[in-house]
């Protein structure tokens, strides 16, 4: 059985910072790439940011690109996105991904003053 597990999101002022952790497991998550994705209300779910499997290879969303950073930890089969000069606009759901097909439940970000 795949499980992620996100956790870390919360209530946030602009320009704070927060940091998502996904663990997972039920699968070989070594070998596995991995994304964070995001849904805002009444928008639709967008990629956030991708790592390889060995953490060689990150990609951002232009949106995001300079604030956010994808990590991992493959001895703790974890997933991290530290997130850094947060705006009104990066409020949304936040979910880890994996191989692109498994999710996790999502964790609420908000950003508001």
């Known amino acids: 059985q795949v499980q992620l597990v996100e956790s870390g999101g919360g209530l946030v002022q602009p320009g704070g910072s927060l940091k ?28 956030v940011a991708v790592i390889s499997s060995g953490g060689g290879s990150t990609s951002y969303a232009d949106s995001v690109k300079g604030r956010f950073t994808i990590s991992r930890d493959n001895g703790k089969n ?36």
């Open 20 to 47: 998502l952790s996904c663990a997972a497991s039920g699968f070989t998550f070594s070998s596995s790439a991995m994304s964070w994705h995001r849904q805002a209300p009444g928008k639709e779910r967008e990629s």
């Open 78 to 113: 974890t997933v991290y996105l530290q997130m850094n000069s947060l705006k009104p606009e990066d409020t949304a759901v936040y979910y880890c991904n994996a191989r692109l097909r498994y999710w996790g439940q999502g964790t609420q970000v908000t950003v508001s003053s």
